[in-house]
């Protein structure tokens, strides 16, 4: 240990964000995920959405998991409160309808909401929310409009 007893220690250094090890362990979240596009068919019937899609929420997780100052800074901030939603729309161009997998179909919903829970612990809780309020909106609005949100 390099540190001082009693030094500061910030919450992302605490957990780890910074490391290599989050870095792959992010990268191996993603990937798995995104065979879920796989599963549906998505990624066949539009391979380029579903390129797009593992770009956008790729480069999230690399701009929040790279150590800079904390609270992250607000250009930084943005992109990754943003692209999570993006990611929604080209899941959502992807999928054109829903299939018989009801919203296991939206698997850029999971992995986003994961991104812009490790954005709050980067000191930015307020556009975390703002971003989750995006992605949720974006996935619950296809939801609705499909008609798979319907009563029983």
Same mark, same amino acid.
């Given at each position: ?49 579903? *390129? @797009?899609?593992?770009? #956008? $929420? ?5 701009? +929040? %998991?790279?150590?800079? =100052? ?49 954005? *709050? @612990?980067?000191?930015? #809780? $307020? ?5 989750? +309020? %995006?992605?949720?909106? =974006?996935?619950?609005?296809w939801w609705w409009l499909t008609g798979l949100w319907s009563p029983r």
């Open positions: 240990m390099t540190e001082k007893v009693g030094a500061p220690v910030n919450t992302p250094a605490l957990v780890g964000l910074h490391t290599y090890g989050a870095l792959v362990i992010a990268g191996v979240w993603t990937l798995t995920e995104s065979v879920r596009a796989i599963v549906t068919g998505a990624a066949s019937r539009a391979p380029a959405w579903w *390129v @797009l899609s593992i770009v #956008a $929420l790729t480069v999230c997780s690399v701009m +929040l %998991l790279r150590p800079t =100052t904390d609270p992250l800074p607000m250009r930084t901030t943005l992109l990754v409160a943003g692209l999570p939603t993006l990611g929604a729309f080209t899941n959502i161009a992807m999928l054109e309808s829903p299939s018989s997998f009801g919203l296991y179909d939206m698997w850029t919903w999971p992995v986003g909401t994961i991104i812009l829970c490790f954005l *709050v @612990l980067r000191g930015r #809780a $307020l556009m975390a929310w703002a971003g989750q +309020l %995006l992605l949720s909106g =974006t996935v619950l609005s």
